[in-house]
């Protein structure tokens, strides 16, 4: 492996200081299952330790100007960008995802801590008149104290980033459980965010096999004041319960089913674009990509021609070798879930068009998949599939694909595709979800506000509404 050693950490990260456990795992390329790493794994008591490092850090940056964090951040997110290929570099081998794709979910990352280093400046309160002229009426807004932070594999830079950035912008300090299977790129923001300066005890970390001990620490403690998780939606739900009992303050990014709908005005070359830009990314292991795709049936029979023949032409292979676009899933429990949702919609009368099984090359890698004649009773509409399998609906009318698309308990994002403004318009107003992107495939960027409604969970994540969730909001009367 030909990259920095300098930012390959394998112990915890806890109040500045690099920290070995008695314990270790091994983290390991999803390409070729080869261990990268013998990481630090933490108990209950290092998440304890990071606790109290984070309430006792907490003390003295809630005290720091707006002006000295903004100025914290901006030097982390320089560090960041002048690391950028090696970062790319590590996340391509511990996750998967092309190298291309790494190094633009490096920059996508540092475009949050610049964005909030910029927000920083602007948490701005209000004088409110009083309503008998005999008081001062004044709102202060304070960060809301420690956070504990549960990131997520798909996006193991990007997500520290889009959380971390907001609490320490609004004075807060974090500790933060990675995914297991790629805790290198979280440890290796931390070892940059020192060298910029940032205080010990503000940002720690805890590499762990068990992260349901470390999640109960988190959420039972009183020093901890907010959880925000990004995961399913079955843990989100188990981290609300366990979060009710000190009254925590959540943001949850949950599960998405999200719906891709190409009427009969769309501009096909253009859809068909947007779908593989939004399906294909990180190999489909995304929470926002199209997992339900519905085309009208007068554009269905060349909507699948066209489809079908780039979806054949895609390049499988090494993340790290040029110009491949589909890489191996994180791990064998992904395969398998993939490859039987494909299994059990062909059984239910769905046809393999492209694809449909691994390949024959690469052992951990799905082929990209086509299913046709996919109904949304069938499992694979149902369940996230977070692989590279594309499932086409055929549909004829606007209230039929609207109510399918509204028929999931989730509702992350949603994609359409038309000219007509009026139905846009009504598009806006009724598909359930808290995102929808119209005649694009790509959602995400720092300035716009990303999360979901329903069981897609709460709170924003991104823009200027992203740090409300870390301040709480104080009102003081004067007379």
């Not at 309503?131 to 960060?143: A, E, R, S, T, W």
């Not at 988190?218 to 995961?231: E, Q």
Request: hydrophobic share 40%.
């Amino acid at each position: 492996m030909d990259m920095n050693k300098e930012l390959l950490k394998e112990q915890a990260f806890i109040n500045g200081e690099w920290i070995s456990t008695d314990n270790t795992f091994n983290v390991d390329n999803p390409f070729d299952n080869g261990v990268i790493a013998s990481v630090a794994d933490c108990t209950e008591n290092h998440a304890e330790q990071a606790i109290d490092a984070a309430a006792t850090a907490f003390e003295s940056w809630k005290t720091t100007t707006a002006k000295e964090r903004s100025e914290l951040l901006l030097s982390w997110y320089k560090l960041t960008i002048d690391h950028a290929d090696e970062l790319a570099e590590l996340l391509t081998i511990e996750q998967g995802k092309p190298l291309e794709e790494a190094k633009g979910e490096i920059l996508y990352g540092a475009s949050y801590i610049k964005w909030f280093s910029e927000e920083a400046l602007r948490i701005n309160g209000d004088l409110i008149p009083s309503p008998d002229g005999n008081k001062d009426i004044q709102v202060h807004k304070l960060p809301v104290g420690v956070v504990g932070i549960i990131t997520p594999w798909n996006f193991p830079q990007a997500m520290i980033a889009r959380k971390v950035a907001p609490a320490l912008a609004a004075g807060c300090t974090v500790v933060i459980k990675p995914a297991s299977e790629t805790p290198l790129s979280a440890l290796a923001m931390a070892d940059l965010a020192q060298k910029a300066g940032i205080p010990d005890g503000v940002i720690n970390i805890l590499p762990t096999t068990s992260s349901s001990d470390i999640g109960k620490v988190l959420t039972s403690s009183p020093l901890v004041r907010k959880i925000s998780f990004t995961g399913s939606t079955a843990v989100g739900k188990t981290l609300i319960a366990q979060s009710a009992d000190n009254v925590q303050k959540v943001t949850m990014e949950l599960g998405g089913n999200a719906p891709f709908i190409v009427f009969d005005d769309a501009n096909l070359e253009d859809a068909v674009d947007g779908l593989m830009a939004s399906k294909f990314r990180n190999s489909g292991q995304t929470c926002v990509c199209a997992n339900r795709v519905f085309v009208h049936e007068d554009l269905y029979e060349e909507f699948v021609k066209e489809l079908g023949n780039k979806v054949s032409a895609l390049t499988l292979g090494n993340g790290l070798t040029k110009g491949v676009e589909i890489t191996p899933l994180i791990n064998q429990k992904g395969i398998d879930k993939a490859l039987g949702l494909i299994k059990s919609a062909a059984e239910e009368g769905a046809e393999v068009l492209v694809g449909g099984g691994v390949s024959k090359e690469f052992e951990n890698i799905v082929q990209p998949t086509i299913l046709s004649k996919v109904t949304t009773d069938m499992d694979i509409a149902k369940e996230e599939i977070f692989g590279p399998v594309i499932t086409l609906i055929s549909f004829s009318d606007d209230d039929e694909v609207i109510s399918a698309a509204n028929s999931v308990p989730v509702g992350l994002a949603a994609y359409a595709y038309t000219e007509d403004r009026h139905r846009i318009k009504r598009l806006i107003k009724d598909i359930e979800t808290g995102m929808i992107g119209i005649n694009t495939g790509m959602l995400s960027n720092e300035m716009a506000p990303f999360g979901g409604v329903k069981e897609s969970g709460m709170g924003r994540e991104g823009s200027k509404y992203g740090i409300s969730d870390y301040l709480d909001i104080k009102y003081a009367c004067i007379v």
